[in-house]
């Protein structure tokens, strides 16, 4: 539904003590909700938003006529892993000769959803993809939460450059954002992009407030405030359920977060781990790592 019932951060900030935390140089720190302020590029997680604009792109052709990108059970070559544009070919933890849809999920790998990317921008161009990026899923928009100073992230453009002068979208461009590298986002707008799959294709307004209402007496209440629920249907229902067929892969032997098989329960999820930047170079030993999972993985 988009509604908020907890966020937790650490190291931690104390409300009813703001005034030490405002008012200590290292504290203060502390104050800021990172799951807003905070920006970085996801990584892996973005691989089930990638697949789901496949499929989409194959609804798409569908309508004008024309032949699918791609059939998600049916097997991909992903040892080619040369690309348009890239100096160094992508690479996989695991080589893995031919995945389908579904286990390119569970083995995050980098070279199916690339050449899905590399499919959708040849049939139906870069704004098309970045269109369902933005304005599908959310990415480079607040997501209107009620807090302040929430840190939009960042799409790339087609056409626009840096202020270095570089080209914010380049011929190898999709791929990177296939697999969740040349954008930045905040944590809510994955959790957001998420809660499409798990809520069967709706895209949600995050909220904390439902409704403020002030007590006259026991007897007379004023509903000052509601909180509308916004929902708007922007996957269907049959790509919905695919993308959570093979995030519930990632969570069973074989995939990528084990641990995360909660007994009792089904579950799905998605693993990332992202290199950090400094100095405009990636690091080899500094990484951020998030998952994010829902249980059941149904209803």
């Known amino acids: 539904t988009g509604e908020i019932y907890a966020v937790a951060q650490y190291p931690f900030f104390e409300p009813g003590k703001y005034r030490d935390y405002f008012n200590h140089s290292e504290l203060i720190e502390s104050t800021r909700l990172k799951a807003i302020n905070d920006c970085f590029e996801p990584g892996s997680t973005m691989k089930a938003i990638s697949c789901a604009i496949a499929l989409m792109a194959n609804d798409e052709l569908a309508k004008?006529?024309?032949?699918?990108?791609?059939?998600?059970?049916?097997?991909?070559?992903?040892?080619?892993?040369?690309?348009?544009?890239?100096?160094?070919?992508?690479?996989?933890?695991?080589?893995?000769?031919?995945?389908?849809?579904?286990?390119?999920?569970?083995?995050?790998?980098?070279?199916?959803?690339?050449?899905?990317?590399?499919r959708v921008v040849e049939r139906l161009g870069n704004n098309w993809y970045r269109d369902k990026l933005v304005n599908t899923f959310g990415f480079g928009l607040k997501s209107g939460i009620e807090l302040l100073y929430e840190n939009p992230g960042m799409v790339p453009t087609p056409g626009k450059t840096y202020p270095g002068g570089a080209l914010q979208w380049s011929l190898p461009t999709p791929y990177s954002l296939a697999m969740g590298y040349n954008l930045m986002v905040n944590s809510l707008q994955m959790l957001r992009s998420f809660a499409v799959f798990?809520?069967?294709?709706?895209?949600?307004?995050?909220?904390?407030?439902?409704?403020?209402?002030?007590?006259?007496?026991?007897?007379?209440?004023?509903?000052?405030?509601?909180?509308?629920?916004?929902?708007?249907?922007?996957?269907?229902?049959e790509i919905s359920s695919r993308v959570v067929k093979g995030l519930k892969y990632v969570t069973k032997p074989g995939g990528a977060a084990p641990v995360a098989d909660v007994f009792g329960f089904t579950e799905a999820g998605k693993t990332s781990t992202t290199e950090k930047l400094f100095g405009g170079v990636y690091s080899k030993r500094a990484h951020f790592t998030s998952f994010i999972g829902f249980a059941p993985a149904e209803n």
């Open 198 to 237: 798990a809520n069967g294709g709706y895209l949600v307004k995050p909220r904390l407030i439902k409704k403020v209402v002030r007590e006259h007496t026991p007897s007379v209440k004023e509903l000052c405030f509601c909180s509308c629920l916004s929902k708007e249907r922007v996957l269907s229902e």
């Open 64 to 118: 004008r006529g024309e032949a699918p990108l791609f059939d998600p059970d049916e097997m991909m070559r992903t040892d080619n892993n040369a690309f348009p544009g890239r100096q160094k070919p992508l690479v996989d933890v695991r080589t893995h000769r031919c995945l389908d849809m579904y286990m390119s999920l569970q083995k995050s790998s980098n070279v199916y959803v690339a050449r899905l990317m590399q």
